[in-house]
């Protein structure tokens, strides 16, 4: 898949997301000069979000920079408890991101987390081919799209990752501490680009669809 030339938007829940889901990959487009902006589209409601809210966006905003990827963080936008009765306002934000860009990375549909769907719905809204052409990537977010009842989560898209692209990744996700949990920490996500690259037949690599 070639991205010269394209920009690519990464569309997400919450801070983190970006990094656990293709952070590798963003990096590996950013270092060959690619631009690419991660669109934070609602608040998180968790009680340690909300108490440290501030903290948590300049996570966000300094995991993009280790990245190199410009972060987005929509000036009104709502909590993500409303983001359901408040769809249609959120598919509007999102659509005005989109409309300026060529590839969308963003939330599974399939996806365990309800806010992690609800994304994914937007985006697929605002990319339908009878109204636009875009190129639309899934990544997985390990504790969320490998704990359903069924593993919906079939990769049929490889991206190799070198050493660098890895350290990039795991340094970003060091800046998310307080969220911290078994798949998402540096160690397991680790592991995990380890198992993706052996399926490749690779060191490293994430893996999307």
């Known amino acids: 898949m070639n991205f010269k030339n394209k920009t690519v938007l990464c569309v997400i829940s919450h801070p983190d997301d970006e990094t656990i889901g293709c952070g590798g990959f963003i990096h ?8 690419v902006n991660v669109l934070l589209s ?15 966006l300049n996570s966000f905003k300094k995991a993009c920079k280790i990245l190199g990827a410009n972060p987005i963080i ?7 408890d409303l983001a359901e009765q408040n769809f249609w306002k959120l598919n509007s934000i999102v659509d005005e991101y989109i409309k300026e860009s060529d590839v969308i990375l963003t939330h599974c549909p399939l996806d365990v987390h309800q806010t ?6 937007s985006v697929e809204i605002s990319t339908r081919p009878i109204r636009t052409h875009k190129t639309v990537i899934f990544f997985e977010v390990p504790s969320s ?16 990752l ?12 060091k800046c998310y501490k307080n969220e911290f949990d ?3 920490c540096p160690e397991d996500l680790l592991l995990i680009l380890k198992v993706r690259g052996r399926q490749i037949g690779k060191k490293y ?5």
């Open 74 to 80: 929509y000036e009104n936008m709502f909590s993500e």
């Open 162 to 173: 070198e050493e660098n692209n890895v350290k990039s990744k795991l340094n970003a996700m």
């Open 42 to 56: 609602l608040k998180s409601n968790g009680p340690r979000s909300l108490k440290n809210w501030d903290a948590y």
């Open 182 to 184: 078994y798949g998402r």
């Open 116 to 121: 992690h769907r609800i994304v994914s719905r």
């Open 205 to 209: 690599a994430e893996c999307f669809k």
């Open 28 to 35: 590996r487009l950013s270092e060959n000069g690619i631009k």
């Open 145 to 160: 799209t490998d704990q359903g009842y069924i593993n919906n989560f079939q990769p049929n898209f490889y991206v190799t």
